[in-house]
């Protein structure tokens, strides 16, 4: 069965502090892994679909990286607008259904 | 252009009465997906249509859920004798054929009292 675990659970941040938040996985045929954003009271928004060991994709301040058993979301300079839920999922080559962690709560306080 | 949509926005309903929850997914995508949200957890799967058919129903807690997508376009999620533990937010998701990224609607918040 495909296991998603993301640490930590919450992270509070000033604003400029850099870290990285963790998606541990556990999968038996990897399709891709998806990093999402959601917003209280609203629908995850996607963010990046990595594939294969060693990709690498940027946006703004946030850089999802992908090793063979885990991802990191790194964070640069955040701002509050950052705060969020960061949502990482798995699809698996033998289905059709995609298998979330449970989200890191992110806080950046001004 | 129009993202997935989802109606009603909440829905509150009594233990044993029956809903339906609908999903109206990006235009030209193939594969719509449901999923159910608990406060502080991540989404979970129900089912996923590829065109018309149920491609996967295995994440179907018990009978008394079910999904259509007749036309292969809108969804509707039914729920019959609903009970307290079905409260919660229900995700639609949608992609394009041959593409993996799932695009996610606002979901509806389903409460049963």
């Known amino acids: 069965e495909d296991q998603v675990t993301q640490s930590p659970e919450a992270l509070r941040l000033q604003e400029g502090e850099s870290s990285s938040l963790n998606c541990s996985y556990t999968v038996s045929g990897l399709r891709g892994l998806f990093w999402y954003r959601q917003d209280p009271g609203k629908g995850p928004e996607f963010l990046f679909t990595?594939?294969?060991a060693g990709e690498e994709k940027e946006k703004e301040r946030l850089k999802a990286t992908l090793t063979k058993k885990e991802s990191f979301l790194h964070i640069t300079a955040p701002k509050p607008e950052d705060s969020a839920t960061y949502l990482c999922?798995?699809?698996?080559?033998?289905?059709?259904?995609?298998?979330f962690g449970d989200g890191t709560t992110l806080t950046v306080k001004p | 252009g129009a993202g997935v949509s989802q109606t009603p926005s909440n829905k509150v309903t009594e233990k044993g009465k029956y809903v339906e929850l609908r999903c109206d997914p990006i235009s030209g995508h193939t594969a719509l997906y449901w999923y159910r949200q608990s406060l502080g957890q991540g989404p979970e799967f129900l089912i996923y249509?590829?065109?018309?058919?149920?491609?996967?129903d295995s994440g179907l807690p018990n009978d008394r859920f079910f999904a259509v997508r007749p036309e292969g376009s809108v969804s509707t999620l039914k729920i019959q004798r609903t009970e307290r533990g079905d409260s919660a937010v229900y995700l639609c998701?949608?992609?394009?054929?041959?593409?993996?990224?799932?695009?996610f609607g606002p979901g509806t918040r389903l409460t049963v009292l």
């Open positions: 249509f590829q065109g018309t058919g149920a491609a996967d």
């Open positions: 990595l594939y294969s």
């Open positions: 999922a798995v699809l698996n080559t033998n289905a059709g259904k995609s298998t």
């Open positions: 998701a949608s992609s394009s054929r041959g593409a993996h990224t799932q695009y």
